[in-house]
């Protein structure tokens, strides 16, 4: 078995990593190099949208129950009517909550959006 060498950097070659630094001169330095407060932010959004996937996962059961037992279409109607409204709102609720974790992603120590 023929032995591979490793190939020696020669002055003609230049800096591998030239490509990133000249991004980050370019003005996405800040992307490369993400900071602890904003994947804590990423963390905090994915609980919270997990949560709230459970807690209408915990809705879509309680209604199905509900209408296997109901006794006419009337009520069948008003629990889906009532399901409607109730994940509408709970919707409403979720998207404020997520734009409000997304906005303080964005946010720095001074309390100003970066």
């Known amino acids: 078995m023929a032995k591979t060498e490793t190939p ?3 002055p003609e070659m230049g800096d591998p990593f030239a490509p990133l630094i000249d991004l980050q001169k370019a ?6 190099s993400l900071n602890a407060a904003w994947l ?3 963390g905090d ?6 949560s709230f996937l459970a807690e209408r996962v915990k809705e879509d ?3 199905q129950h509900e209408i296997l037992h109901c006794k006419d279409i009337s009520e069948a109607q008003k629990i889906q009517g009532d399901f ?17 974790l ?4 964005f ?3 001074g309390g100003k959006t970066q």
């Open 27 to 32: 003005g996405f330095g800040g992307f490369v």
């Open 8 to 10: 020696q950097k020669t």
């Open 107 to 109: 946010k720095t120590e």
């Open 40 to 42: 804590e932010s990423l």
């Open 84 to 100: 409607v409204q109730k994940a509408i709102e709970q919707y409403q609720v979720e998207t404020g909550k997520l734009m409000e």
């Open 61 to 63: 059961v309680k209604t």
């Open 45 to 50: 959004m994915g609980a919270e949208f997990m």
């Open 102 to 105: 997304g906005m303080s992603a």
